[in-house]
């Protein structure tokens, strides 16, 4: 719901979503004390991505970490201000892109 709210409102937002498909620190736990992984993993995985483009959101996955900061970059650069935001930042407090 947050997310064709944010589309419909056009909110500058940017959603980091890291999902391992379970809740690995009890599985963790549960395999380190001798014990079969039970109730923390989830299956079938909800695809982020499938569902944040179905609602209009631009959305990419990233499967290392080595890549986060690449997608991170990305995202910025694909980022739309609200009009006058640029206009309103560079002319009261004289920072930001010059016109």
Known sequence: GELASAVQHRAPVTWIVLSDGGFAWP???QVASGHPASVTDFEP???????ARAQGVRAERVEH?????????????AHEYAPGF???HRDVWGIGARA
């Open 27 to 29: 599985q963790y736990l």
């Open 45 to 51: 995985r909800t695809d982020f991505v499938t569902s």
């Open 65 to 77: 970490g080595a890549g986060v900061a690449d997608a991170l970059d990305r995202a910025r650069k």
């Open 86 to 88: 640029v206009a309103f």
